[in-house]
């Protein structure tokens, strides 16, 4: 595949020389762990190693457009809570981002997506037969390396978020009308697509350590993973593409199922009822066609009504985290994370 390699290659000097723009409230969450986030970076590289080229090149590329290592965050420093951390809390919290890689992977080829952070897709660059491969070949070291370590109750938290992310993928592939999807039914979507990793890497940040407190770690983890998919919903409407990594309109261009649209359908007049329904017939709809709805849906308070949602849930992740009973470094930074990932919007 010389054209794909020739491409990644030219993608990987880009990132590479494009300067790290600050994050400054993340950047303050992450202090407590910063060095053990660049330890896991470096275990992430010895996981997924590879002596095939193409395989290689590929793990290469996506390490380069890594993410903000939030899970990881979470991690470290539920298991930094108590003061003792322990030394795989390391390459757990690499297990977990490389799970979350997997899913990204795979989402970004059965959506058909070009652009991931901004940069392309490993189906773009290569095909969607190696992006499906990749990601299998990345949830495959994960559960290796979870063997290696030996550790039982974190391998079960895993594979039960592994598998309610599966089927949240195929609910979401089968939930294209809007018009019928329910608020409900969309909390059960997010719990399985999000929400379930963010609490296993907070449950798994306790089971590093002594195990105390696991349940309100997970708990927590979950509360947040709600909060941050809606507040992530919201900037589909209000955000930049330099902000989210992907076009304003995204989700409504490829008919994604989110809150402020399930509440605007509740609201709106049959008139806009009728636009949005003609909306959702179209192939590829144009950006100012976006923008109408995102009018609509913005005018009859469905943003509103998702930014009250989402710090309900992280009114739950608080209430989680009094439950630890715990001070110091580490807890401010898990508390700074809820108002993050609701906050992130503006």
């Known amino acids: 595949m010389p054209g794909s390699r020739a491409r990644a290659n030219s993608f990987m000097t880009n990132i590479q020389s494009t300067p790290v723009q600050p994050k400054s409230m993340l950047t303050q969450i992450q202090e407590p762990v910063k060095g053990r986030l660049d330890d896991v970076v470096e275990e992430i590289r010895r ?110 938290a895993l594979a039960v978020a592994s598998n309610q992310m599966s089927v949240g993928e195929l609910r979401q592939l089968v939930s294209y009308d809007a018009l019928d999807f329910t608020e409900e039914g969309y909390y059960q979507l997010i719990s399985s697509k999000t929400a379930s990793l963010m609490s296993a890497a907070s449950e798994m940040g306790a089971l590093a350590g002594s195990g105390s407190f696991r349940d309100a770690f997970r708990r927590f983890g979950h509360a947040l993973g709600m909060a941050f998919q809606i507040a992530d919903d919201l900037l589909d409407y209000e955000g930049s593409e330099e902000t989210t990594g992907k076009p304003v309109g995204h989700d409504l261009r490829e008919r994604k199922v989110t809150l402020p649209l399930v509440e605007a359908l509740r609201r709106v007049t049959p008139e806009d009822r009728n636009r949005i329904r003609e909306f959702f017939t179209l192939v590829d709809p144009s950006d100012d066609e976006i923008r109408e709805i995102v009018s609509v849906v913005r005018d009859v308070g469905g943003l509103d009504y998702a930014r009250e949602k989402a710090r309900g849930f992280a009114e739950e992740a608080e209430a989680a985290l009094d439950e630890v009973r715990l001070e110091g470094e580490a807890m401010e930074a898990l508390r700074a994370a809820i108002t993050y990932a609701v906050e992130r919007s503006r």
């Not at 290689?56 to 470290?76: A, H, I, Q």
């Not at 030394?87 to 652009?115: K, Q, R």
């Open 47 to 156: 996981i997924v190693l590879s002596d095939f080229d193409v395989q290689e090149e590929v793990n290469g590329y996506l390490l380069r457009m890594r993410g903000k290592l939030f899970r990881p965050t979470l991690l470290l420093l539920a298991n930094a809570a108590g003061g003792r951390p322990h030394a795989d809390a390391v390459p757990l919290a690499a297990v977990v981002e490389l799970v979350h890689l997997a899913t990204l992977v795979h989402d970004d080829a059965v959506d058909h997506s070009v652009l991931r952070r901004g940069l392309p897709t490993v189906n773009h660059l290569w095909n969607h037969k190696v992006a499906i491969i990749t990601g299998d070949f990345l949830y495959s070291r994960s559960v290796m390396e979870l063997a290696r370590l030996g550790r039982m109750e974190a391998i079960e």
